[in-house]
């Protein structure tokens, strides 16, 4: 399985955009790129999953890069709620759900 | 659909003592997995069920852990002779055989054990 590598952590204010870069040199063909929040005390949250170049949701986008050694996730105007850790994972097409989630990134949001 | 169902949600106990415990999935999930979260640290998967066969199990689910999903429904996870180093946020998730896309389960709130 790849492993991924994203910052510890990271601070911003509200209303910024925030794009957190997590880098899987290791990415196989079959391979997707998965992005979970988790807020204290509470289980992971999927907020979402790409293959290649560009997708997006009501919550954030994923930008992919043609080579897909690395992936960024964006967070258009954050707010305090936002403060929580963002995990990245690279997960097969035929993951049955074993999932290998690293130690994420701590986002924490300032007024 | 009231998502993924955890109890308890908080439990202390003394080293040595048994516990259990409990979660419901989302109805039309089909699968179920178990993770532990340490402090600072991201899940590491446990175990995984699919309806009421156990598939896969960690080499983190020690002989004391034991988990059963006798009805393919609700799921029980027990650790017998609690150890301090037991500790920790137990997640269930589940999710749907056809899901949109891999990677893609729904965890429930998690059941924080104390071990004194």
Excluded at chain 2, 55 to 60: A, G, M, N, V, W
């Amino acid at each position: 399985l790849a492993k991924t590598t994203q910052p510890i952590s990271m601070d911003s204010y509200e209303g910024q955009e925030v794009n957190i870069t997590c880098s899987h040199n290791n990415i196989a063909t079959n391979d997707y790129i998965t992005w979970y929040q988790q807020f204290p005390s509470q289980g992971p949250r999927f907020i979402i999953q790409g293959y290649k170049t560009k997708v997006t949701n009501e919550v954030a986008s994923l930008f992919i890069p043609a080579d897909r050694k690395s992936s960024t996730l964006s967070l258009p105007r954050v707010s305090l709620s936002d403060t929580a850790v963002y995990y990245c994972l690279v997960v097969g097409s035929s993951n049955t759900g074993k999932l290998i989630f690293g130690q994420g990134t701590t986002l924490q949001v300032k007024p | 659909d009231t998502g993924v169902s955890q109890n308890p949600r908080h439990k202390i106990t003394k080293r040595g003592q048994n516990v259990t415990f409990r979660c419901d999935p989302i109805s039309e999930h089909n699968r179920l997995y178990w993770y532990r979260q340490t402090l600072g640290q991201g899940p590491e998967f446990l175990t995984y069920f699919q309806n009421e066969a156990q598939l896969e199990k960690s080499r983190l689910l020690s002989d004391r852990f034991s988990a059963e999903r006798p009805k393919g429904s609700f799921s029980t996870l027990e650790i017998q002779r609690t150890e301090q180093g037991d500790s920790a946020m137990y997640l269930c998730a589940s999710s749907a055989e056809d899901r949109p896309g891999p990677g893609e389960l729904f965890f429930g709130e998690g059941s924080r054990l104390t071990v004194l």
